[in-house]
């Protein structure tokens, strides 16, 4: 079974197609400024020089590399999905873990708190703070975890729920496991791909916000942003700074937003139970 | 069945607790957050400029001239008076810039929605009947791929070559301005106007709608009825339609219901790009302006409008299929 979904795995095309995509972002969001020999924030160029040897991407209107600035925006952008989706999905699996298996009060307390900050529009209460006290990127998305883990711990729970009954679990109880030892060393390994599907789930979303709302101009403009890029690069549109300027982040963008779709659809349905019953049906 | 419709229904006064809660919170939220601001309109306003010097009397007039010294309880009480302040840039009130722009929003939107979720329902369905056939792999591929596409990305795609490099649609706005049009042409000009903005959105929800009315139809088609339609030797179109898609249909109707819902707050970036004069355009500006009172208006009355369609898609949602009364979750 293990050995099957791992074969599976490899051969899914979305998630090979994913996986090499997100290599090559890594990549470049850790080797890229050693290659690019510009600072992305130096304003020393003639501004709105097209493309050459030199800058291969040009320089934007206030005298900066653009590709420079591409390489430090892409980092910017996964690190800030990264970060929220880490913070989400640890609160998430641990209220998810706690909820499930204590039950009771606790599971009323904690699933409640979910329905409500569930209905909370959060891009809205994202735009309020930021418009309001420009607070630093990474904590906007440690503000954006608290609002969207109750989806993971939903999930969690659901799952935690499902785990307590089962034969090991119970034989650790009458052993006289305790509830710590049980969390931690049977249901958290257990759910684990639950996780992966809420990690990057969440780190999609996260990207998005940011580019949406560094394109509103929410974001501190000194730094580098896709969202941002394409904004500025928009108002010049009359110089024709379509394929150097306005084309590579907007194409950077698609192309992280899609890793990050092509991993989550092919592990939902990878690990999905509810979709995997109806793997290989015949149609009609 | 009693219990399990009694569980239900505690179930769901408690999630219309839990929505109303959340309504309360962003109304706090909206309250107290203005309060915290550590600069002000004013400074925003005057400190980057150069032509305009303040004296400090002038600078403290101005501060009472635009502080909002309310209590709570003030507070809603004009905010459901529909009294939502004066906008500091243009010193006209709030909720005029607001119904001014909705209509445009909701043309956008409800359109969008409509025409993607009819889309996406049709090619579901035929995808789901033509598993595994060059068809549906393409179309899958097509909509998983659509799906990495962000909203930005399509509306500045769709700009640059549709707008500004073909020209063969204005590139902002929602009619011509001064133009004289009969009633006929000015639908026309609408119309002309909508498209790219609408095509943005279209793309941007199309590949939801088909993978999740894909997804139920492949659960559905593989009940014991449908062989059965099969079997009685039925049309096609008539099993995928009449029985099958029906079955299916539900998902789509809570992600339709739940899409309008978010709506408002959908379309802000897509507003933008194409210059639509909706309320993305609006918050937009007052952003750039630090507008406050338009901002914290937009974001308030449009999450409450988010939390009052979720509440009611709650309540019609139960006489919509009774079998499933409790998979509703969010």
């Given at each position: 079974?293990?050995?099957?979904?791992?074969?599976?795995?490899?051969?899914?095309?979305?998630?090979?197609?994913?996986?090499?995509?997100?290599?090559?972002?890594?990549?470049?969001?850790?080797?890229?400024?050693?290659?690019?020999?510009?600072?992305?924030?130096?304003?020393?160029?003639?501004?709105?020089?097209?493309?050459?040897?030199?800058?291969?991407?040009?320089?934007?209107?206030?005298?900066?590399?653009?590709?420079?600035?591409?390489?430090?925006?892409?980092?910017?952008?996964?690190?800030?999905?990264?970060?929220?989706?880490?913070?989400?999905?640890?609160?998430?699996?641990?209220?998810?873990?706690?909820?499930?298996?204590?039950?009771?009060?606790?599971?009323?307390?904690?699933?409640?708190?979910?329905?409500?900050?569930?209905?909370?529009?959060?891009?809205?209460?994202?735009?309020?703070?930021?418009?309001?006290?420009?607070?630093?990127?990474?904590?906007?998305?440690?503000?954006?975890?608290?609002?969207?883990?109750?989806?993971?711990?939903?999930?969690?729970?659901?799952?935690?729920?499902i785990v307590r009954e089962s034969p090991h679990v119970r034989a650790a109880v009458q052993m006289g496991a305790g509830n710590s030892y049980i969390i931690f060393r049977h249901l958290l390994p257990e759910l684990f791909p639950l996780y992966l599907i809420g990690f990057s789930g969440k780190c999609r979303m996260a990207m998005f916000m940011e580019a949406s709302l560094a394109f509103m101009g929410l974001i501190d403009p000194g730094r580098k942003s896709?969202?941002?890029?394409?904004?500025?690069?928009?108002?010049?549109?009359?110089?024709?700074?379509?394929?150097?300027?306005?084309?590579?982040?907007?194409?950077?963008?698609?192309?992280?937003?899609?890793?990050?779709?092509?991993?989550?659809?092919?592990?939902?349905?990878?690990?999905?139970?509810?979709?995997?019953?109806?793997?290989?049906?015949?149609?009609? | 069945?009693?219990?399990?419709?009694?569980?239900?229904?505690?179930?769901?006064?408690?999630?219309?607790?839990?929505?109303?809660?959340?309504?309360?919170?962003?109304?706090?939220?909206?309250?107290?957050?203005?309060?915290?601001?550590?600069?002000?309109?004013?400074?925003?306003?005057?400190?980057?400029?150069?032509?305009?010097?303040?004296?400090?009397?002038?600078?403290?007039?101005?501060?009472?001239?635009?502080?909002?010294?309310?209590?709570?309880?003030?507070?809603?009480?004009?905010?459901?008076?529909?009294?939502?302040?004066?906008?500091?840039?243009?010193?006209?009130?709030?909720?005029?810039?607001?119904?001014?722009?909705?209509?445009?929003?909701?043309?956008?939107?409800?359109?969008?929605?409509?025409?993607?979720?009819?889309?996406?329902?049709?090619?579901?369905?035929?995808?789901?009947?033509?598993?595994?056939?060059?068809?549906?792999?393409?179309?899958?591929?097509?909509?998983?791929?659509?799906?990495?596409?962000?909203?930005?990305?399509?509306?500045?795609?769709?700009?640059?070559?549709?707008?500004?490099?073909?020209?063969?649609?204005?590139?902002?706005?929602?009619?011509?301005?001064?133009?004289?049009?009969?009633?006929?042409?000015?639908?026309?000009?609408?119309?002309?106007?909508?498209?790219?903005?609408?095509?943005?959105?279209?793309?941007?929800?199309?590949?939801?709608?088909?993978?999740?009315?894909?997804?139920?139809?492949?659960?559905?088609?593989?009940?014991?009825?449908?062989?059965?339609?099969?079997?009685?030797?039925?049309?096609?179109?008539?099993?995928?339609?009449?029985?099958?898609?029906?079955?299916?249909?539900?998902?789509?109707?809570?992600?339709?219901?739940?899409?309008?819902?978010?709506?408002?707050?959908?379309?802000?970036?897509?507003?933008?790009?194409?210059?639509?004069?909706?309320?993305?355009?609006?918050?937009?500006?007052?952003?750039?302006?630090?507008?406050?009172?338009?901002?914290?208006?937009?974001?308030?009355?449009?999450?409450?409008?988010?939390?009052?369609?979720?509440?009611?898609?709650?309540?019609?949602?139960?006489?919509?299929?009774?079998?499933?009364?409790?998979?509703?979750?969010?």
């Amino acid at each position: 079974m293990h050995i099957n979904a791992k074969k599976k795995m490899l051969r899914d095309p979305w998630l090979l197609t994913g996986g090499i995509l997100f290599f090559f972002f890594a990549t470049a969001s850790i080797f890229g400024s050693a290659i690019c020999p510009h600072d992305p924030s130096a304003m020393e160029f003639t501004p709105l020089s097209s493309p050459c040897a030199v800058h291969p991407l040009g320089v934007n209107d206030c005298g900066q590399d653009i590709l420079a600035g591409l390489i430090c925006a892409v980092r910017n952008t996964v690190l800030f999905g990264l970060t929220c989706a880490a913070v989400s999905l640890c609160i998430g699996v641990l209220i998810g873990l706690t909820a499930g298996w204590f039950g009771g009060i606790i599971d009323m307390l904690f699933m409640r708190l979910a329905d409500v900050l569930l209905a909370v529009p959060a891009i809205m209460v994202l735009i309020l703070i930021s418009a309001l006290f420009q607070p630093p990127p990474l904590t906007l998305a440690v503000i954006l975890a608290l609002l969207i883990w109750p989806t993971i711990s939903k999930a969690i729970r659901a799952q935690t729920l499902i785990v307590r009954e089962s034969p090991h679990v119970r034989a650790a109880v009458q052993m006289g496991a305790g509830n710590s030892y049980i969390i931690f060393r049977h249901l958290l390994p257990e759910l684990f791909p639950l996780y992966l599907i809420g990690f990057s789930g969440k780190c999609r979303m996260a990207m998005f916000m940011e580019a949406s709302l560094a394109f509103m101009g929410l974001i501190d403009p000194g730094r580098k942003s896709l969202g941002m890029m394409i904004h500025y690069a928009l108002k010049y549109y009359y110089l024709d700074v379509w394929w150097n300027w306005l084309l590579p982040p907007v194409l950077c963008l698609s192309l992280l937003i899609m890793t990050v779709t092509f991993i989550v659809i092919s592990l939902e349905k990878m690990l999905d139970p509810r979709l995997r019953e109806n793997f290989g049906e015949s149609a009609v | 069945m009693m219990l399990s419709s009694r569980r239900f229904t505690k179930k769901r006064i408690s999630l219309l607790f839990a929505y109303s809660l959340s309504a309360l919170l962003m109304i706090w939220l909206s309250y107290l957050l203005p309060s915290l601001l550590p600069g002000d309109f004013v400074t925003a306003m005057y400190s980057t400029s150069e032509d305009v010097t303040l004296t400090a009397a002038q600078e403290s007039e101005l501060r009472a001239y635009y502080s909002q010294d309310t209590g709570f309880a003030k507070y809603l009480i004009k905010l459901i008076r529909l009294d939502w302040g004066n906008s500091y840039a243009f010193l006209t009130p709030v909720s005029e810039l607001f119904f001014d722009a909705l209509p445009w929003t909701l043309l956008l939107l409800v359109s969008a929605n409509i025409l993607a979720a009819l889309t996406g329902f049709i090619a579901g369905v035929e995808a789901a009947f033509r598993r595994n056939s060059r068809f549906e792999r393409s179309l899958v591929s097509c909509g998983t791929i659509m799906e990495g596409l962000p909203e930005i990305c399509t509306g500045v795609i769709l700009l640059a070559v549709f707008s500004l490099y073909l020209g063969w649609f204005p590139a902002a706005g929602a009619e011509t301005a001064y133009a004289e049009l009969s009633f006929q042409e000015w639908l026309l000009d609408v119309g002309h106007h909508l498209t790219l903005p609408l095509a943005s959105l279209v793309i941007a929800y199309f590949p939801g709608n088909f993978l999740l009315t894909r997804t139920s139809m492949i659960m559905v088609i593989s009940q014991p009825y449908i062989k059965t339609a099969q079997a009685k030797g039925l049309s096609g179109l008539r099993i995928r339609y009449a029985h099958a898609a029906r079955n299916a249909l539900l998902p789509l109707v809570t992600r339709f219901g739940l899409r309008l819902a978010f709506t408002v707050t959908g379309a802000f970036v897509v507003e933008r790009i194409h210059a639509y004069p909706g309320l993305g355009t609006l918050l937009f500006n007052a952003i750039r302006l630090r507008d406050l009172p338009v901002i914290q208006a937009i974001v308030l009355i449009s999450s409450i409008m988010v939390l009052a369609m979720i509440m009611l898609l709650e309540l019609v949602y139960a006489s919509l299929d009774p079998r499933v009364q409790d998979a509703y979750q969010r």
